[in-house]
């Protein structure tokens, strides 16, 4: 049986992933804007793609990311292939 998005989120959470940023183009950002992370000031932990069971459009990446500099451990979730963001070159070095 596959792992899903929402039971991988959970554990997450259990291991300290607090807070839910949204993917920006050249950063990441908490879901009210007031908090951002810049590609420096993060690095990724942990990702995982999911595969959309009916609907490649569907199909998502979870990533787990921490920041030393503000003691935070944060999950972001993105659409792969077409549905995906644009995101700058140094962006997606950083999610890799």
Request: aromatic letters at 10%; glycine letters at 6%.
């Amino acid at each position: 049986m596959d792992i899903t998005l929402v039971e991988t989120l959970e554990t997450l959470k259990k291991e300290g992933c607090i807070e839910d940023f949204n993917l920006q183009t050249s950063f990441v950002s908490c879901k009210n804007g007031a908090f951002c992370l810049h590609t420096e000031d993060f690095h990724t932990d942990k990702f995982f793609r999911f595969e959309g069971a009916n609907d490649p459009g569907d199909s998502s990446v979870l990533y787990a990311i921490s920041s030393e500099k503000h003691q935070i451990k944060v999950v972001l979730v993105n659409a792969y292939g077409v549905y995906a963001e644009p995101l700058t070159n140094e962006m997606v070095d950083k999610l890799r």
